[in-house]
């Protein structure tokens, strides 16, 4: 007979190759911890799927946790969170163009980051074209966190609680690059932002001001025409009128058509009372600015867009009055919700 | 409860076997692997390919020392004799110059038959370019992928030469959509050499590539040491690479 350590006796054994014959034929645990995005029946249908990355809370925290840890950036400054601030919206704050490593500035401000799973395209300029693959671009720029894949995939899996935590999310021994990106697609997935007070409105369980109203009305008429409703951006690129001579090409860099020079994402307005400062570039720190730029501020360029060749007249009241209707679209439940939260 | 116990073990002994039996193949082979060997020449003179080496082109005179050389094939298929088409499932290979083993692409699991010609993609399909995170040769770990503007570079080869005004080159070609997708599906005929998969021995499909058909029209390096996005001038390159990549042989 076998003798030593590993001899396991007869009796324990028999149970052994029975109690994992049994095992075997038995489903996974299914205990239900899926998450999956809540959101109005007048938003339209998202555009991310979730194939292959159905989210479930291990998932999510996964996410989290990779969107919270600088050790995604070179020199383990820079995290996620940094430039996509959950008190803004999912956006940059306090610096007009966001900082990457070592402090070097890239050309734009960062935009939030809340309803990606509409948005057909992302970064200011379109550039990528998947939920899933839009973290590469902030993690490999030099001007952000200035880290490889390899690398971060590296590092990763050299950390015991990241090895456990892929481990139970996606079932893998080795972390990838795959799983990485999911888990973080995860996370941002479910950052919706569909409680402001116009989502109240439009659901009948509160109702504006007159001046907001009338702001709503005025929006209607001056603003939506890109900004449209629910998601208040048509994902279109345009020319706005901010320069003649552009130190960014903006959606020229992607098509290489001079006809898109200048032209930038049109942004959600959804909490856009947060998201400070303003245009791709952050130039502009209030709204009143803004609203001032489009009715005597537009600069006239070859591919300006044509709904800006007269610029947007508007009077000081009606200003004001649109602005207390964008104010409105503030979603404070979004920007404390604990469960966004480290 | 002791003979359950001995009679539960004497049922765990056979059945045991029977689970091993099962995960055996069966006998009769009714399908082979091929494999693709990929010969890496440098002109039609019948130099190898070489890394970190000093290649002159044969037609702009440039000198050459490359570091990197890569570049994908993908969504390999054979057309067998009677039309029909085998298809090699997730069929996505980065071949790395730095890496002889990626030079011979494995076909496994072919159907036993006769077969008259390969199909096959350089570069990667628009499909795959848009579906997000992907894996194995698709993985951005493999530093083949870029991310400002989501797509595979199809080749990337980049080096020294001196005729370099910069001293170095960085050729990174791609693109998947547009005027100037550099993603490009080709057949190769094996002609009179038909292959046959038998199962019982591996065939392999020979290519010749000739990596300095890359640069055959895009001028010396001291006019254009760099390209990294999209352009007739990738394009044309991704085009010259591709009438380099040459059916030569079957091996049986």
């Known amino acids: 007979m076998l003798q030593g350590p590993f001899f396991i006796p007869m009796k324990r054994f028999s149970l052994l190759i029975i109690l994992l014959a049994v095992l075997s034929c038995r489903k996974e645990n299914t205990a239900d911890n899926s998450l999956s995005p809540a959101y109005p029946d007048y938003f339209p249908a998202p555009v991310y799927q979730f194939n292959n990355n159905t989210v479930n809370k291990d998932r999510f925290e996964l996410g989290k946790k990779l969107f919270f840890d600088p050790v995604l950036s070179l020199d383990s400054t820079i995290s996620c969170a940094k430039c996509h601030a959950q008190v803004h919206a999912f956006a940059d704050h306090n610096v007009s163009l966001s900082a990457g490593i070592n402090g070097l500035l890239g050309t734009r401000n960062s935009p939030s980051i809340t309803n990606m799973i509409w948005s057909p395209t992302f970064m200011w300029d379109g550039g990528v074209n998947h939920i899933e693959v839009f973290s590469v671009?902030?993690?490999?720029?030099?001007?952000?966190?200035?880290?490889?894949?390899?690398?971060?995939?590296?590092?990763?899996?050299?950390?015991?609680?990241?090895?456990?935590?892929?481990?139970?999310?996606?079932?893998?021994?080795?972390?990838?690059?795959?799983?990485?990106?999911?888990?973080?697609?995860?996370?941002?997935?479910?950052?919706?932002?569909?409680?402001?007070?116009?989502?109240?409105?439009?659901?009948?369980?509160?109702?504006?001001?007159?001046?907001?109203?009338?702001?709503?009305?005025?929006?209607?008429?001056?603003?939506?025409?890109?900004?449209?409703?629910?998601?208040?951006?048509?994902?279109?690129?345009?020319?706005?009128?901010?320069?003649?001579?552009?130190?960014?090409?903006?959606?020229?860099?992607?098509?290489?058509?001079?006809?898109?020079?200048?032209?930038?994402?049109?942004?959600?307005?959804?909490?856009?009372?947060?998201?400070?400062?303003?245009?791709?570039?952050?130039?502009?720190?209030?709204?009143?600015?803004?609203?001032?730029?489009?009715?005597?501020?537009?600069?006239?360029?070859?591919?300006?867009?044509?709904?800006?060749?007269?610029?947007?007249?508007?009077?000081?009241?009606?200003?004001?009055?649109?602005?207390?209707?964008?104010?409105?679209?503030?979603?404070?439940?979004?920007?404390?919700?604990?469960?966004?939260?480290? | 409860m002791k003979k359950l116990l001995k009679n539960l073990f004497a049922f765990a002994i056979i059945i045991f076997p029977l689970f091993m039996i099962s995960c055996e193949k069966e006998q009769t082979a009714t399908e082979g692997t091929v494999l693709v060997k990929l010969n890496h020449g440098w002109g039609m003179s019948g130099t190898s390919f070489a890394l970190n080496t000093n290649l002159v082109h044969p037609m702009n005179g440039d000198t050459m020392n490359f570091s990197k050389y890569k570049y994908y094939i993908s969504n390999l298929k054979l057309k067998k004799a009677d039309g029909t088409f085998w298809v090699q499932p997730e069929s996505y290979f980065l071949v790395d110059l730095s890496n002889s083993a990626s030079s011979s692409i494995s076909l496994n699991n072919v159907p036993v038959g006769d077969y008259t010609e390969i199909s096959y993609t350089l570069g990667v399909d628009s499909a795959r370019n848009v579906s997000g995170a992907q894996s194995g040769a698709l993985a951005t770990t493999n530093d083949m992928f870029w991310s400002w503007s989501t797509g595979y570079i199809m080749i990337k080869a980049e080096g020294t030469s001196p005729q370099s005004t910069n001293g170095s080159f960085s050729f990174h070609i791609g693109g998947f959509s547009g005027q100037y997708s550099a993603v490009q599906s080709k057949t190769a005929s094996f002609g009179s050499n038909q292959l046959s998969v038998s199962g019982e021995k591996n065939t392999e499909i020979h290519f010749n590539v000739n990596t300095a058909m890359t640069w055959c029209n895009s001028g010396s390096c001291a006019a254009v040491n760099s390209v990294m996005m999209p352009s007739a001038l990738s394009l044309q390159m991704a085009t010259d690479f591709n009438n380099g990549f040459v059916f030569d042989k079957i091996v049986e």
């Open chain 1, 137 to 342: 671009a902030p993690i490999t720029n030099h001007v952000e966190m200035g880290e490889s894949m390899l690398s971060v995939i590296r590092k990763l899996n050299n950390i015991t609680a990241y090895r456990t935590a892929f481990k139970k999310a996606y079932n893998i021994d080795e972390i990838t690059d795959q799983a990485m990106l999911r888990a973080l697609t995860a996370y941002m997935s479910m950052i919706i932002s569909a409680g402001s007070k116009y989502d109240e409105y439009r659901q009948g369980k509160t109702s504006l001001s007159a001046s907001e109203l009338d702001g709503l009305n005025l929006f209607r008429q001056k603003c939506a025409g890109c900004h449209s409703e629910p998601l208040f951006t048509d994902y279109s690129y345009k020319n706005n009128g901010l320069d003649s001579v552009f130190n960014d090409l903006g959606r020229e860099t992607i098509t290489t058509n001079s006809n898109d020079r200048g032209k930038f994402k049109v942004p959600s307005l959804r909490n856009v009372e947060l998201t400070y400062p303003y245009m791709h570039d952050g130039r502009f720190w209030s709204l009143r600015e803004v609203l001032d730029h489009y009715s005597n501020g537009i600069v006239i360029s070859p591919s300006l867009d044509a709904s800006l060749q007269h610029s947007i007249p508007m009077t000081i009241q009606e200003k004001e009055r649109i602005i207390e209707f964008l104010k409105t679209l503030t979603d404070w439940n979004l920007v404390s919700d604990q469960m966004f939260n480290k």
